[in-house]
């Protein structure tokens, strides 16, 4: 019997969805947060064959289904950058883990062919507002392109929105251990302070020079006659990134190693996004100058100098904002990650209660992050044009206790069920003793 009423629930739902993939969509008198402009109150938003058509308080278009919103919230889809969402489904289930490629230098591999479209992580993130994520491989120096894929979809075909949305390199660390040898943990692979140094000087060099050789690879190919020249995948795959198509993002949290990323790619003249930056804060005027955005992924590290406040990086966001520094709050590197996505808006709120203003932090989980992604244009904010992935939410989707209604991925409703809301059902339902 339980099976029975399983199944019709489970109908009854999708003939619900399968009512609402109109052509058009009205979404009609309730608080619409744009996250381009001030949020509108008793507003509507239109949408025609996945692209919003109308946003305001007097639309008249005759719309296939109209939902009257009440009062509820509608926000433009959310956002995760440098997520591995995807990519890693069990962290101690080896064969589940795909975010790291062997190799120090792998410019040709592209991270969105990797990731698992029945993953059970994706609909747990979707449930609380994210549209969208940046999957970025992991892994050696030069890790390769992070794609952008959306949150729905049967095969990664169908859910891929941008191959590459930039390379990634990961910058030497400029921390040294300064402990003695005799006090060492490891004395077989202890260094002298002067050993490090020179360690990761050769590290930068070794940088500089597959850059170097990459630059001349491609004046070789302009300069080639195109039937005769012999490709290099690994070089192909370092194409973008020197055309200036895509993004480098500079992988580095310490103040020195911020800094001498920065110093090379400016040199360079490669387009580029600082990715972690927990030190990015004490850098305001060196990223500002250069115009790097931040992906910052630190609002909830703790202090690492014994000299900084213990709100240092709650702050981090406000103060780099304030300095004209554009900032997307971000997803960590860390395989955890993946578990952790749909909890991002509550580290904009803890920005927002230490001087982030409400609608940066807004931005930082939606256009901002469209920006450094390369799809602005698409993407990020409820405006005329612009894809229409959105969601309705009973409150402001920064507070905890806010719940997500519905959602539309280009104009399609998806559903927000999960493995959590199954086994919620699940075990609502257990028999009582």
């Not at 992070?146 to 921390?175: K, Q």
């Not at 943990?185 to 070794?206: F, T």
């Amino acid at each position: 019997m339980r099976r029975f009423t399983w199944f019709w629930m489970v109908f009854g739902a999708a003939i619900q969805l399968a009512s609402t993939q109109a052509a058009s969509l009205l979404l009609k008198q309730g608080i619409v947060h744009t996250a381009a402009g001030p949020v509108l109150t008793n507003a509507s938003v239109f949408s025609r064959d996945g692209r919003i058509v109308a946003v305001g308080s007097d639309i008249q278009e005759a719309a296939d289904a109209t939902i009257e919103l009440n009062g509820a919230h509608v926000f433009p889809g959310l956002i995760a950058t440098l997520s591995i969402l995807g990519l890693v489904e069990i962290e101690a289930v080896r064969a589940t883990v795909d975010s790291v490629e062997v190799g120090s230098y792998t410019p040709d591999v592209f991270a969105w062919l990797s990731v698992n479209p029945d993953s059970e992580l994706i609909p747990v993130a979707r449930a609380n507002g994210y549209t969208h994520a940046q999957v970025t491989p992991h892994g050696g120096v030069l890790s390769g392109h992070s794609g952008v894929v959306a949150l729905n979809g049967w095969t990664i075909e169908d859910m891929v929105v941008l191959r590459s949305s930039g390379m990634h390199l990961f910058w030497p660390s400029f921390g040294i251990d300064t402990t003695p040898r005799d006090r060492a943990a490891n004395k077989d692979q202890w260094k002298s302070v002067e050993d490090q140094i020179k360690e990761r000087d050769r590290k930068i060099r070794e940088i500089t020079g597959f850059f170097d050789d990459g630059e001349a690879y491609a004046r070789a190919k302009g300069a080639a006659d195109a039937t005769s020249f012999r490709t290099v995948p690994a070089w192909e795959g370092l194409l973008p990134v020197l055309r200036g198509e895509v993004p480098l993002f500079l992988h580095a949290d310490e103040y020195r190693q911020i800094q001498s990323a920065i110093d090379w790619v400016a040199a360079r003249k490669y387009r580029a996004v600082l990715a972690g930056g927990r030190d990015a804060w004490r850098l305001t005027s060196l990223l500002s100058t250069n115009s790097i955005p931040v992906a910052f992924e630190h609002v909830f590290t703790l202090p690492v100098r014994d000299i900084d406040p213990y709100d240092v990086h709650f702050s981090a966001p406000g103060i780099l904002v304030k300095a004209g520094v554009r900032v997307a709050v971000s997803g960590s590197q860390e395989r955890f990650d993946a578990f952790n996505i749909r909890n991002l808006p509550y580290a904009a709120a803890q920005a927002m209660a230490f001087g982030l203003s409400r609608e940066d932090a807004l931005k930082g989980l939606t256009l901002e992050p469209a920006r450094l992604l390369g799809l602005g244009d698409r993407l990020g904010s409820i405006e005329v044009g612009k894809e229409a992935s959105m969601f309705i939410a009973d409150g402001d989707i920064l507070d905890i206790r806010t719940q997500v209604k519905r959602m539309w991925i280009a104009g399609k409703e998806v559903p927000l069920a999960s493995k959590h809301t199954r086994l919620y059902e699940r075990y609502r339902a257990r028999p009582k003793p």
